[in-house]
Nanobody
Framework: QVQLVESGGGLVQAGGSLRLSCAAS????????MEWYRQAPGKQRELVAGIGSGGSTTYANSVKGRFTISRDNTKNTAYLQMNSLNAEDTAVYYCHAVVGRVVLSHYWGQGTQVTVSS
């Protein structure tokens, strides 16, 4: 079993920055892709950014140029640096990880609230 613990959320003014962390622990044989999703009230959960084990990254168009995803494989931790935040970024942010070699398992964190005041 793998546990994902997110941290770093909070309340920030528009134009400000936050850095989210997602630490994976437990039975981790191979930590593959790590992703950040978000879900705003009344909306579907959406992919914000993802990073492969080799460091390749993808971003939602809405966050390109403002958010940066990174990972520290020695710590089994992914980060999401969020700059130039606006009210539309307000949501619960979830970490998602794919673990395994032949058989892949998916894990989710409990979520961390990000609120941007305008």
């Amino acid at each position: 079993q793998v546990q994902l613990v997110e941290s770093g959320g909070g309340l920030v003014q528009a134009g400000g920055s936050l850095r989210l962390s997602c630490a994976a622990s437990g039975r981790i044989l191979t930590l593959n892709r790590m992703e950040w999703y978000r879900q705003a009230p009344g909306k579907q959960r959406e992919l914000v950014a993802g990073i492969g084990s080799g460091g390749s990254t993808t971003y939602a168009n809405s966050v390109k140029g403002r958010f940066t995803i990174s990972r520290d494989n020695t710590k089994n931790t992914a980060y999401l640096q969020m700059n130039s935040l606006n009210a539309e970024d307000t949501a619960v942010y979830y970490c998602h990880a794919v673990v395994g070699r032949v058989v892949l398992s998916h894990y989710w964190g409990q979520g961390t609230q990000v609120t941007v005041s305008s």
